[in-house]
């Protein structure tokens, strides 16, 4: 039996355009056929968001072949509960980037594994992450 993935933005964009760029850990829990995937809406809010400020412009493509990409990829998308949101913003984290707080609320509540090399994810108690 598998483990479930939560795919941090970084991890979502490598994972559907360089998979080389994923850590072997990342890239083999990604692949093995028992776990499943799960991608946040906050990852498609992230990528939206920094096509639109012109942070990300090279993601463009990905925004608009979304919905596909994560089916290529054979993941779920994660919607953003309440419950979600209470627990993103009543994290005692000094972490302020509000995609990774609920990314990491998500991961934590679901008790998923979140998939990603940010080491700002490290002060957090409470949540696996893998890379």
């Known amino acids: 039996m598998g483990v479930t993935c939560l795919l941090d933005t970084h991890a979502f964009v490598w994972a559907v355009s360089d998979p080389d760029r994923l850590g072997e850990k990342a890239r083999n829990l990604i692949t093995e056929p028992t776990n499943s995937l799960v991608v946040s809406a906050a990852t498609a809010w992230e990528l939206a968001t920094q096509v639109r400020v012109g942070k990300f412009p090279e993601a463009e493509p990905l925004v608009a072949q979304y919905d596909r990409l994560v089916q290529r990829l054979g993941a779920s998308h994660l919607a953003i509960s309440h419950a979600h949101s209470l627990r993103s ?41 893998v890379w």
């Open 89 to 129: 913003g009543g994290l005692s984290w000094p972490h302020r980037d509000p995609f990774d707080r609920m990314l990491a609320a998500q991961a934590m509540l679901e008790n998923y594994q979140l998939v990603t090399r940010d080491q700002a994810f490290s002060d957090l108690g409470g949540l696996v992450t």
